[in-house]
C-alpha cells in the first residue's frame, strides 16, 4: 500500500475504534439488570430480560471488533500489513477501509 492510502486507512481505523467505543458505552449502559421489585409485568419482564440478552451478544460481538481493530491499528506500521495471511497476496484496499481487520483476500476468506 502506498503511504498516502496507510494514513487514510489508520484515520478510519482510529474513527471506528472511537465510534465503537462510544456505541460499547451506550450498550453497557442498557445492561442494567432487571430488577425485580418494579411492579411491571410479568410478560413485560420476560420482554426486558430477553432485550437485555440481545444488548449483552450485540455487547460482545462489539468489543470484539474493537479488540480486532486495535490490533489492526498497531500492525498498519508493520511491513506485511495488507497482506494476506494465506497466499500473502496484497489484499484489496477497499476491502482494508471497509474491514481494516481482516488479514486475508477475498479469495481466501
Known amino acids: 500500500m502506498k503511504q498516502e492510502e496507510l494514513k487514510n486507512l489508520k484515520k478510519e481505523i482510529k ?19 432487571v430488577a425485580p421489585e418494579n411492579s411491571i409485568g410479568r410478560i413485560s419482564r420476560m ?23 486495535q490490533l489492526a491499528l498497531s500492525k498498519v506500521d508493520q511491513p506485511g500489513f495488507g497482506l494476506c495471511s494465506n497466499c500473502k497476496k ?8 471497509l474491514m481494516p481487520e481482516s488479514s486475508k483476500c477475498i479469495r481466501c476468506a
Do not use: C, G, H
Not at 17 to 29: A, H
Not at 90 to 97: F, Y
Open 47 to 69: 420482554d426486558a430480560i430477553n432485550n437485555k440478552s440481545v444488548i449483552e451478544a450485540s455487547l460482545r460481538n462489539r468489543k470484539k471488533k474493537l479488540s480486532r481493530l
Open 90 to 97: 496484497p489484499i484489496n484496499p477497499k476491502r482494508l477501509v
Open 15 to 33: 474513527q471506528k475504534i472511537k465510534n465503537l467505543q462510544f456505541e460499547i458505552e451506550q450498550l453497557e449502559e442498557s445492561t442494567a439488570p
